[in-house]
């Protein structure tokens, strides 16, 4: 069975899906061995907790301090909390790194010592809408103001650009007249749930683990 460190910086609705699929399905070939988050006031967090499953905050604050924090460049940040994720992945003994929903780009030798073992949810067909400032709604706005026909999700390796390696999954879904960045969202994000845990699976086999996938997710 897989490791898996799930990194998070929202509601958590991906993660859910995660912990729900691993509950449910006799040979999943992941476990969660912990989740962590840049954000100290994420409800995925919550979440985790709810579900016994170890949490860590490695915010910038956190990891640095207020002090330095303050003063510290968004590289520098970034470079902390990329090593502090790096540290909590050796002491739980994380064989991959699942990005779902988490906002800090990481960067420095966790990107070498995980290559090929991190993927990334990405909320828009990729390599379309991808890159720095592309997240949530900004991407849905995107979409939507480049009057695109349809939209989706990717969940693709992690490399040391920003949404730049390769594409393991995409799920596609229409975009219709009179959609909002929220009514795209909806729906998309069933379809997340699927693309994430199946990336999961397939991350899984190619690292030599175990990886019976059911899909379509039922009941999740």
């Known amino acids: 069975m897989m490791n898996i460190a799930v990194l998070v910086s929202g509601g958590g609705t991906n993660l859910q899906a995660l912990i729900d699929y691993e509950k449910q399905m006799v ?9 962590m988050s840049d954000r100290k006031d994420a409800f995925a967090l919550q979440r985790a907790r709810q579900a016994a499953i170890p949490t860590e905050l490695v915010s910038s604050y956190a990891v640095l301090g207020s002090d330095t924090a303050k003063v510290a460049t968004r590289d520098e940040k970034r470079l902390a909390v990329s090593n502090a994720v790096l540290s909590r992945c050796e002491k739980y003994h994380v064989d991959a790194i699942v990005l779902a929903g988490w906002l800090t780009v990481l960067c420095g030798s966790i990107v070498d010592v995980y290559r090929s073992r991190i993927i990334n949810l990405h909320p828009a067909l990729l390599p379309k809408f ?7 709604h900004h991407v849905h706005e995107a979409v939507l103001a480049a009057h ?4 989706g999700c990717t969940v693709h ?17 229409p975009v219709l007249d009179g959609d909002t960045p929220e009514t795209l969202y909806a ?3 069933p379809f997340e749930h699927e693309a994430l845990i199946e990336g999961v699976c397939k991350l899984a086999d190619s690292l030599g683990f175990s990886a019976e996938c059911r899909l379509p997710l039922d009941g999740l």
């Open 148 to 151: 695109e026909v349809e939209s």
């Open 187 to 189: 729906r998309i994000a």
């Open 130 to 136: 991808g890159g720095e400032g592309m997240w949530g």
């Open 157 to 173: 390796l992690v490399d040391a650009g920003c949404d730049t390696g390769k594409i393991l999954v995409q799920k596609k879904v």
């Open 27 to 35: 040979q999943c070939p992941y476990h969660i061995a912990v989740v």
